[in-house]
């Protein structure tokens, strides 16, 4: 017999059948009663367990974190809080677990202390529903593209670029570290290394999602990437999942549009997708909330939160409107921002993106930054000083996603590779596609585990990625 998962025996309900479970105690009460999870949903179904029929032996191997085959009756539940139960027939320990050194003890466990046991705590209730989210997410993501003719471009993980500027990267190397063999010019000579050249991970996709915009109209990217900052905040892992769009004959506006109705229509696919784990993290956060000042708490609850973001629209802002609202705001006179906004030219940080999206009362796109504080392939504006990026604000969270109308016209990309003092060598190729046959072309990138954590509710990104990777933290 085939065994069933907890998901599907609640959804079918087939009261008189015999079912087989396969998975993990939660509970063990009164000698009687088994709560059993096996991940398929945040629920755990009721066992009751004949005492007087089971040996003694099995009785007590049923403890917390211990793996179980139990086959039973589907019956109709006497007690409360579920409406169906299983009266076990025959129950099996297939794997033993101690509970005296179980670290995953039926307690409220601290955030801090799961991330050390990160191979253990998708067990618990909060980090099954945040991964069964981030999976809908993800599938939502690609469903999304698909139903829009945009094709997935698996753009290399290792590259020879580092084209992008977004930050430090994590050297790919085979050179022998006790003895590295030197160029003429005292450097590391990499025409010794693996790839004949200096390699190194992926920051972005962007560069080759291009090359296969210009080819196939709308592709996206939905990879890993990597990025060395020693940035060691709540919302910055050094591996990260990104999503790219890029989009032929699409302008800034067009992608404004698209990245708007994209994020809404992911939103609104958990919503509908994901509704017993989406109540637990409201509840959880609800909880975490009343700890809080009155002042500091939120308006509104997690699924609230959700629904607004899906059903109103986003603000458009100009950097230069946004520059104006900050220096003459309350936390920029009174000197409580960090970094007080003094001149227009000046990057934004998240104390400035969270002050913004709170003002507007809504998720913001920032548009037409200075040309300086954005990469190097963003548009020029007719105003020779502003670009054609934006960036999507999003409560609590700040930068979510990152885009640009792309600068197509040749000249002009070479002289801004020259004036940023990239070496043109390195990007013959991107260069190219300007010369044959260029055309209007924008795209943006989504932090994936930005996403994420905006939906749960979370609040440090190393609990919405299975392993975070972040600077001095590689286990697992
Ligand atoms: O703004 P970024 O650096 O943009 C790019 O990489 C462009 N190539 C995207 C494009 O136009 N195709 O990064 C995009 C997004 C950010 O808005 C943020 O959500 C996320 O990636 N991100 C990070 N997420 C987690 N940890 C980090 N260290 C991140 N750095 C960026
Ligand atoms: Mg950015």
């Not at 008189?16 to 755990?44: E, Y």
């Not at 529903?129 to 993501?141: E, K, S």
Request: hydrophobic share 40%; glycine share 6%; aromatic share 10%.
């Amino acid at each position: 017999m085939d065994h069933q998962t907890v998901s599907e025996v609640l959804a079918k309900q087939a009261i008189g059948s015999t079912v087989l479970l396969k998975g993990w105690v939660r509970t063990f009460r009164s000698n009687r009663f088994i709560a059993l999870n096996d991940g398929s949903t945040l629920k755990t179904l009721q066992v009751v367990v004949d005492f007087e029929n089971t040996e003694k032996e099995t009785l007590d191997k049923i403890n917390t974190g211990a793996c179980l085959a139990i086959k039973g009756d589907l019956v109709k539940s006497q007690g409360q809080g579920q409406d169906v139960e299983v009266h076990a027939t025959d129950i099996r320990v297939l794997g033993e677990c101690d509970p005296n050194v179980y670290p995953l003890q039926p307690k409220k466990h601290s955030m801090e202390f799961l991330r050390e046991i990160a191979h253990l705590r998708p067990r618990t209730n909060t980090f099954g529903a945040i991964l069964r989210i981030r999976h809908a997410l993800a599938f939502a993501i690609h469903q999304y593209f698909n139903e829009r003719g945009f094709f997935w471009m698996h753009t290399p993980i290792i590259t020879g670029s580092d084209a992008e500027g977004a930050g430090e990267m994590f050297n790919v190397s085979i050179l022998d570290k006790k003895n590295i063999p030197l160029n003429e010019d005292g450097e590391v000579d990499y025409k010794q290394d693996f790839f004949g050249k200096e390699a190194n991970l992926t920051v972005s996709g962007q560069l080759e999602a291009e090359l296969g915009a210009t080819a196939l109209g709308k592709v996206y990217t939905f990879g890993p990437t990597f990025r060395a900052e020693n940035s060691n905040t709540t919302r910055h892992l050094a591996e990260f999942w990104m999503i790219e769009p890029e989009v032929a004959f699409a302008d800034l506006d067009d992608n404004m549009d698209l990245a708007e109705d994209f994020l809404k229509k992911v939103i609104q696919y958990v919503l509908q997708a994901c509704p017993d784990d989406l109540q637990f993290l409201a509840d959880r956060l609800a909880n975490e909330e009343k700890s809080k000042p009155q002042n500091e708490r939120s308006e509104m609850g997690l699924i609230e939160k959700l629904q607004f973001v899906a059903d109103n629209n986003f603000r458009r802002v100009s950097y230069t409107e946004a520059i104006d609202i900050l220096r003459n705001s309350k936390p920029n006179k009174k000197k409580k921002f960090q970094y007080l906004i003094e001149e227009w030219g000046a990057d934004l940080q998240s104390e400035h993106e969270k002050f913004l999206v709170k003002h507007f009362g809504a998720p913001v796109i920032l548009f037409d930054y200075p040309a300086k504080i954005k990469a190097f392939y963003m548009r020029l504006n007719e105003d020779q000083k502003t670009v054609r990026a934006m960036d999507i604000l999003f409560p609590g969270i700040g930068e979510i996603v990152g885009g640009s109308q792309r600068e197509e016209r040749y000249d002009i990309l070479k002289q801004k590779i020259a004036e940023f003092g990239i070496e043109e060598e390195s990007l013959w190729w991107y260069l190219e596609t300007r010369k044959f046959g260029t055309c209007v072309h924008s795209g943006f990138g989504l932090g994936f585990e930005r996403l994420v954590l905006f939906v749960t509710g979370m609040t440090n990104i190393r609990d919405v990625i299975p392993f975070p990777r972040t600077p001095g933290s590689a286990e697992f």
